[in-house]
């Protein structure tokens, strides 16, 4: 089973540099990148909207809403400059610089929520091993920009 998630979390990986290409391609035909990306998270708002009503997903309770910390509702905000950075970012980087780049950024900001165990991660101390790991990433994305 932990293969299979891996797996997915790899395809799931995989389809971001599509993603950027995709809204890239938007943003050169609406003429700017929030366009693009408003595009994008309307067409992602309607697929989920459809699939909660195909799978009848229930809505949860007001009080259940409420008992969320502030910061749990900017994920959609998160997202948005995500996509908004990678529309902007992608054609002048490139696929391959824009995504390492910002896997190196994921993997720092990771090892820090879980070593602090924020944000409902689980507290999985820094070692010698993840900084190494961490390092490797920086050194790939160097090496990825360079012609």
């Excluded at 995709?22 to 366009?35: C, E, S, W, Y």
């Excluded at 909660?52 to 900017?74: D, F, M």
Aim: hydrophobic share 55%; proline share 4%.
């Amino acid at each position: 089973m932990p293969y299979l998630l891996l797996l997915l979390a790899v395809l799931t990986g995989a389809i971001l540099p599509m993603q950027v290409g995709m809204n890239a391609t938007l943003r050169q035909t609406l003429g700017h990148p929030i366009l693009a990306s408003l595009t994008s998270f309307s067409i992602g708002t309607l697929c989920l909207t459809m699939y909660a009503l195909v799978n009848r997903v229930a809505l949860p309770s007001l009080s259940a809403l409420s008992e969320n910390p502030w910061w749990a509702w900017l994920g959609g905000a998160v997202g948005a400059i995500y996509v908004s950075m990678a529309v902007i970012l992608g054609p002048k980087l490139g696929a391959a610089t824009l995504i390492s780049a910002t896997i190196a950024g994921q993997m720092c900001c990771a090892m820090a929520l879980d070593h602090f165990g924020v944000m409902g991660f689980a507290v999985k101390e820094l070692n010698f091993y993840k900084v190494l790991g961490a390092a490797f990433l920086i050194v790939g994305v160097v090496l990825i920009q360079r012609n």
